[in-house]
């Protein structure tokens, strides 16, 4: 790898050699590029459920249900009964399936608030707005914040983090990681709900309805941990970023001209205000349907706001509102939007990308139903949990476990919703099993898929970020921009595990109506 000149011709980079770790990364590059595409290797999954359920159909595959006592057996989904089967019922497989219209219908606001520009004007309004001994903290804020339009937030955060860092005499490649590692690293860690939060508990949902099938997920199952999780990772961010990458990147000396659009035009801040005063006046009307007693949001019989209530029950179509009522005042205030044919124009661009998850969400949604038929999932996680109960590998040394397990997935398939559609229906079921809520299992799934994102080539955005990198040091390499980004993995993970220990000694709730046990 050739060292990059100037500014990283220091120490830190003259022994950056292509030492084991550097050759692990080619190993994991390498191997994720041989990879097919998720798409392809869903198709590949399902046929092998379905030979799987062959081959444990006819060799009488069986094992018992410790809930009810009776035995749960293998069902052969190739013999006759099975193949029509499939054929009739593939169409309500597909529409059956949870994670569809709920991401859909999320999409439609998060998505106008994108292709309006209201994400990227709220982002650079408060990231050159805020005080030099508060910048750092308020570009982790914003990252983890932003992750609930995560497209636009990788895009649109770190070249402005870096113009902030270059504007205040310290190093532009720093506040690039800074801004990406926030959005990645930080995915799982919020103040609001996002469209993460309803595709995930879609997949646990269909996961855990293995074992119970009345089990209903809710989108706010970990809303507790995710808020605590953000207050955890920003002082844990700005560490990493002015004590070791800082340092390590030295000061700056190559002269860069990068394009970077920064301060917001008349239209722009027009448009955040129509914004602001709209998201306020919604936030005003949800509180009044919420909090006073008998509100309309509530249960009304047991008056609770989180069991079985209106607000709980239409958590999605708020989500929805949220996003799509400041992103419509935007688009008018800035301009953006002139009539009900741009509104049209924008919602039809915003759902255009769409398109490669309603064809993963075909594929998964007759793969996690195949499984489910097959009944391979139960008997896995019946068997699973007897051997680690056997072995004595329970409680938080098997979750800490489970986390590194999924960071290291990760490497390899760095999308959320793929890897939870294929780990949810084993783990989840297995987690039962040995009374760990699926609210529980998912948590810890979340921070293993988050902490190595930021490092992952796998995620789409990764070449995106060296893009940017290459503007302020034309021979920045691969493996110089991850060893800027590693320690924002090394330093999620510790804490972050850390806090998923005490969350876990405590036996602390994780979200509205949710507990680590489910005989809580």
Not at 174 to 186: E, I, K, Q, R, T
Not at 364 to 385: D, P
Request: net charge neutral; with cysteine.
């Amino acid at each position: 790898m050739n060292v990059p000149e100037g500014q990283l011709e220091n120490k830190h980079a003259q022994t950056n050699k292509r030492g084991l770790f550097n050759k692990f990364l080619d190993w994991v590059e390498r191997s994720g590029n041989k990879l097919p595409d998720v798409l392809t290797l869903f198709a590949i999954f399902t046929g092998m459920i379905l030979l799987a359920s062959f081959i444990a159909g006819k060799l009488g595959w069986s094992a018992e249900n410790p809930a009810d006592g009776k035995t749960v057996t293998a069902v052969n989904l190739l013999d006759g009964q099975g193949i029509v089967r499939i054929l009739t019922e593939m169409v309500n497989n597909f529409m059956a399936f949870p994670p569809l219209g709920l991401v859909l219908v999320v999409m439609l606001g998060v998505g106008l608030a994108e292709s309006t520009g209201l994400v990227s004007a709220f982002m650079r309004k408060v990231v050159l707005a805020s005080p030099k001994v508060l910048i750092l903290p308020i570009i982790v804020f914003i990252g983890i914040f932003g992750n609930a339009a995560a497209d636009a937030a990788l895009i649109v955060l770190p070249p402005i983090a870096a113009l902030v860092f270059m504007t205040m005499g310290r190093h532009p490649i720093a506040g690039l990681a800074l801004g990406y590692a926030s959005v990645a690293g930080g995915f799982s860690a919020n103040l609001i709900l996002s469209m993460l939060d309803v595709l995930l508990a879609g997949f646990t949902e269909s996961s855990a309805q293995i074992v119970d099938k009345n089990y209903e997920a809710n989108p706010a199952m970990n809303y507790y941990f995710l808020i605590a999780s953000t207050f955890v990772l920003v002082p844990v961010a700005v560490f990493v970023c002015s004590k070791i990458v800082e340092p390590r990147l030295g000061e700056y000396t190559l002269n860069a001209k990068v394009e970077t659009k920064s301060k917001l035009t008349d239209h722009e801040r027009r448009g955040l205000v129509w914004a602001g005063v709209s998201i306020t006046l919604f936030i005003a009307l949800l509180c009044y349907l919420t909090i006073p007693e008998n509100a309309l949001l509530r249960n009304a019989e047991t008056e609770s706001l989180v069991e079985d209530s209106p607000f709980m029950n239409g958590i999605v179509p708020i989500m929805l509102f949220f996003f799509f009522l400041p992103a419509l005042f935007y688009g008018i205030g800035a301009k953006e939007i002139k009539s009900d044919k741009d509104v049209a124009e924008h919602l039809t661009k915003a759902m255009a990308g769409m398109g490669y998850y309603i064809v993963l969400a075909f594929i998964a949604a007759q793969m996690i139903t195949y499984f489910n038929w097959s009944n391979l999932g139960t008997i896995i996680a019946i068997k699973g949990a007897d051997l680690l109960q056997s072995t004595g590998m329970t409680g938080l040394p098997l979750l800490v476990a489970f986390i590194l397990f999924c960071a290291l997935v990760n490497l390899l398939i760095a999308s959320s919703s793929a890897k939870w559609a294929l780990l949810g229906p084993v783990f989840v079921p297995m987690f039962m099993y040995l009374d760990y809520s699926p609210a529980f299992t998912q948590m810890g799934y979340r921070i293993g898929d988050s902490i190595t994102n930021a490092v992952t080539p796998m995620l789409p955005y990764f070449a995106i970020l060296l893009t940017f990198a290459k503007k302020y040091d034309p021979k920045m390499g691969v493996g110089t921009l991850i060893s800027v980004l590693l320690p924002y993995t090394i330093g999620f993970a510790i804490f972050w595990t850390i806090l998923f220990a005490i969350w876990y000694m405590l036996g602390l709730p994780l979200g509205p109506g949710e507990y680590i046990h489910l005989n809580k």
